[in-house]
């Protein structure tokens, strides 16, 4: 039997064929296929039967091997194929951007087609910003979509008769209709009140709805009998007890909506909750907080008088509850409410909240006073009763007066006595009794749990020092571990002076000083309290006790002094420095202190002879310092050389020496010497970088740019990291006229010093106008705290005319960094051109209070000889002339 063999239609030949077109041999017989075909067939087979194991694939060749795989792989082979992959790579790159562009507009086109869900609302949800709040609050929520059959089968059959239902017959006059019980059974006409239709309404009447002889219901007289019951109730609900309209019959279908409850929960989480309380209640029937939250469960649901009958069966099984009893009254209107407490007082005579529950109730004075000396001769009344704001001042005093003559206000109860006196300390404010009963108070149980550092503060708000002093003796002690207690005293006392509190933190500092009486720094942190916020007076009387306690505490001796000299008492300081230098005879602090007094008071032969002295007994490098110092500022030019170089001979490695002998030399045009001193002074100094500064401006102000940079660039190798050089290289350019190469610098000094906030400011101005904002804002992100970046702020919105935010910027920089001069000083000039005459002298006065020592501006004016003998005061005056706001 031949093979089946295909069969060609004449849909498949087509029409009539070209001579040139290839033949079709799908359907030839197997007679007449060619060599080449089988040879195809046999490849075919070669290809199915290759091997893809990991182990046969080549990363050169791939799984099927090469072509010219017989012969060596050369170095001509692997540059050609270089050639060719980067060929293709270009190639790729080339058409990448016209590739790209094709995918978008495909993805884009798709996405017309075939929008997301997400993109077909986009419209309204664009819409939803303009949904006012109200308009979210009334959209309802989401509520079962099925049916009744569908959520609970048990009312497949069961259908309530609606209103509809009796007004459709009562329009047609029909007056007897049957209606089926099965179908009333749930909400029907069987229970619209407690007993079905036929059980009597209140007040004796009986509806009569059945018709006689039939026994069927007629729907006239369901609907009078509706209306009837209406009027009733409106009538009962019309007047209160007192006779007062309380309900308005004409409008109380429209103020049906006020009586819903405002409870937010579902009506059966309601049931659920009340079937749950029932079932606690009648397990435990003496359980007071299931009968309160049974009430407060009626009261949210409305059913006020629900409420009040539980809460008053609630009272009848658990008569010794206070919670219930306060509940109880609470629920009750006001006759009621009396006499609620008055059952609950003879339950619980003791009761204070009872008692103070029944004062509330009372509307006269007289009788709330009544109700409290009702409650004070009762056995164990707590002392708290008094406290409350409802007794009067005299009662408070009368029975503060019998408790100082009588030790035992409540015999046998020494537990009062941090009742009365600790429980209410501002009631008790200004009473002299007061310290007396805090301090029997403390002996008995920790004042602690009736009053804290808070009371104390009010009643020092309140203007009674006393009473917060024994307050706070009374609590600073208790409760704090030993090891703790210096630690705890300085923050409380510093957590008082923020709270504006200061004779708590005056308090605190005496009892600290008596329970450490040795601690220099408990005494140092109570004299600068005093210097801040207390009088000269109370200052001085502080010092003394602290150099009897600690005589070798150098700074508290100087304190002393300096604060007589301040007051004009320049004998007086003399003598407190003599009695320091017998405490401390080689101080060098104590020394250069009374050289200061003596020569800026005019005494320069004092001041010599007390630096001899200092220089023979406590030789130190600042001893010789302030030594050439004197003589200089004095014009003695030749003694103040010579005391440098004796100076030298002993201290070459510290660089002041140095810096004045340069200074000296530069003074007298004598640059070549000034170089000589200040090229010898790095030697021994090479990381001092004011020596740097000095030998670069020198060369600059002699015209030698070129070695001043050179100078600059060695500093830096030899001092890396350090933000003066680098500020002082790129100002060096600035001055020179080279801008670009100075923002370069500036550039790789941030990159080397980010976190610098000296350069951060000095870039901010170096921009241009509009850039200067930017970079405000990345200097504030790098050192967010530094007073030259807000310092640079401040004089960025100063620059741009916005007077309260660069005032505000000011206060901040001078708040956080008070030694900063050039604050202070930019400070000033900005009040002078936009302040008044009163922001002027604060910020002056500010400034003499703070007495600032840095700041490039600053120290070049107060370092100055000509200035020497200037007050802080004048010094700023002079600083705030030179600076001109061409920034």
């Known amino acids: 039997r031949p093979p089946a063999t295909g069969f060609t239609t004449r849909s498949d030949i087509g029409p009539a064929r070209d001579a040139n077109d290839p033949v079709d041999d799908r359907h030839a017989p197997p007679g007449k296929r060619t060599v080449g075909d089988q040879m195809k067939k046999n490849q075919a087979a070669d290809d199915d039967d290759e091997d893809l194991n990991d182990t046969n694939y080549d990363e050169f060749n791939g799984y099927a091997g090469s072509l010219f795989s017989s012969g060596p792989y050369e170095k001509d082979d692997e540059e050609a194929d270089a050639i060719y992959a980067a060929l293709d790579k270009r190639m790729d790159e080339r058409r990448k951007e016209r590739r790209e562009q094709r995918e978008k507009e495909e993805i884009e086109k798709y996405r017309m087609e075939r929008p997301k869900i997400q993109q077909q609302f986009s419209d309204l949800k664009r819409k939803l910003a303009e949904v006012t709040e109200e308009e979210w609050l009334s959209i309802p929520e989401v509520g079962d979509a099925r049916n009744k059959r569908q959520r609970n089968p048990r009312y497949e059959k069961l259908t309530p008769v609606p209103d509809s239902f009796f007004a459709k017959h009562l329009q047609t006059g029909e007056n007897h209709t049957s209606v089926d019980p099965r179908q009333t059974q749930f909400g029907g006409l069987n229970t619209p009140y407690p007993g079905g239709l036929n059980t009597p309404y209140p007040g004796g009447m009986t509806p009569g709805l059945m018709t006689p002889g039939t026994g069927e219901l007629d729907m006239r007289k369901i609907g009078q009998a509706r209306n009837t019951l209406m009027d009733m109730r409106l009538s009962q609900v019309s007047d209160s007890v007192s006779g007062q309209t309380v309900v308005d019959p004409k409008g109380y279908l429209t103020d049906l909506n006020s009586m819903i409850p405002t409870h937010g929960g579902d009506i059966n989480d309601i049931k659920k909750a009340r079937l749950l309380l029932k079932s606690v209640r009648e397990t435990n029937p003496h359980h007071p907080p299931a009968w309160i939250a049974s009430a407060r469960l009626e009261e949210v649901t409305g059913k006020l008088q629900v409420a009040r009958n539980l809460i008053m069966k609630g009272t009848e099984m658990c008569p010794k509850s206070e919670d219930v009893w306060l509940e109880a009254a609470r629920l009750q209107p006001g006759d009621t409410a009396k006499a609620v407490v008055a059952q609950a007082v003879r339950h619980l005579p003791q009761s204070v909240r009872i008692y103070i529950r029944a004062a509330e109730l009372e509307t006269d004075i007289r009788a709330k006073k009544r109700v409290l000396r009702k409650a004070e001769p009762s056995q164990g009344s707590p002392v708290p009763l008094w406290c409350t704001s409802l007794a009067n001042s005299e009662s408070h005093l009368r029975m503060l007066y019998k408790v100082r003559e009588n030790p035992e206000p409540v015999p046998g109860c020494r537990e009062t006595w941090p009742e009365l006196g600790c429980a209410c300390p501002t009631l008790l404010t200004g009473c002299l009794s007061y310290p007396v009963i805090l301090g029997r108070c403390v002996s008995t149980v920790p004042c602690r749990e009736y009053c804290d550092i808070q009371d104390a503060e009010e009643c020092d708000r309140a203007g009674s020092v006393a009473t917060c002093q024994a307050v706070m003796r009374a609590v600073i002690g208790i409760g704090i571990e030993e090891e703790d207690r210096k630690h705890t005293w300085m923050e409380d006392a510093d957590s008082c002076v923020a709270h504006n509190a200061l004779e708590c933190a005056r308090a605190i500092y005496a009892y600290a000083l008596q ?51 301040l007051a004009g008492d320049v004998p007086a300081a003399r003598s407190i420095l003599a009695l320091a230098f017998q405490a401390n005879p080689n101080s060098e602090e104590i020394w250069l202190a009374a050289v200061k007094l003596e020569s800026e008071n005019n005494e320069y032969e004092r001041a010599r002879r007390l630096l001899a002295k200092a220089r023979s007994s406590a030789p130190t490098a600042r001893v010789f310092m302030k030594s050439v110092k004197l003589e200089w500022v004095l014009g003695n030019i030749a003694a103040a050389q010579e005391l440098c170089e004796e100076a030298l001979k002993h201290y070459e490695d510290f660089p002041k020496l140095w810096m004045m002998k340069g200074q000296i030399e530069e003074q007298g045009e004598l640059m070549e010497k000034a170089r000589e001193a200040y090229n010898q002074g790095l030697k021994k100094c090479p990381h001092s970088t004011p020596l740097w500064l000095l030998l670069s401006r020198l060369e600059e102000k002699i015209g030698q740019l070129t070695r001043a940079r050179a100078i600059l660039e060695k500093s830096r190798l030899k001092n890396p990291k350090n933000p003066g050089l680098w500020l002082e290289s790129v100002r060096l350019e600035y001055r020179a006229g080279l801008k670009n190469i100075a923002n370069t610098l500036m550039a790789k000094a941030l990159q080397e010093c980010p976190s610098s906030g000296i350069l951060w400011s000095e870039a901010v101005f170096l921009e241009a106008r509009p850039q200067r904002k930017t970079k405000s804002v990345d200097a504030l992100k790098k050192c967010e705290h530094d007073p030259h970046v807000l310092l640079a702020v401040a004089k960025l919105f100063w620059s741009e005319r916005k007077i309260t935010k660069a005032r505000e910027w000011f206060h901040r920089t001078v708040k956080i960094d008070s030694d900063l001069g050039d604050a202070w000083a930019f400070f000033y000039k900005f009040e002078l051109q936009h302040g008044t005459e009163e922001q002027q002298e604060e910020v002056r006065k500010r400034c003499e209070n703070a007495e600032p020592r840095h700041g490039e501006l600053w120290c070049t004016v107060s370092k100055d000889i000509a200035n020497w003998q200037r007050k802080i005061g004048e010094i700023l005056v002079l600083v705030a002339a030179r600076i001109k706001n061409t920034f």
Request: charged residues 25%.
């Open 515 to 565: 329970v450490f009486p040795s601690k220099k720094s408990v005494w140092l942190r109570a004299a600068y309290f005093e210097k801040n916020h207390g009088t000269r007076e109370s200052l001085e009387a502080l010092l003394q006790r602290a150099v009897a306690h600690c005589p070798k505490a150098e700074v508290l001796w100087l304190m002393g002094a300096k604060s007589k000299w």
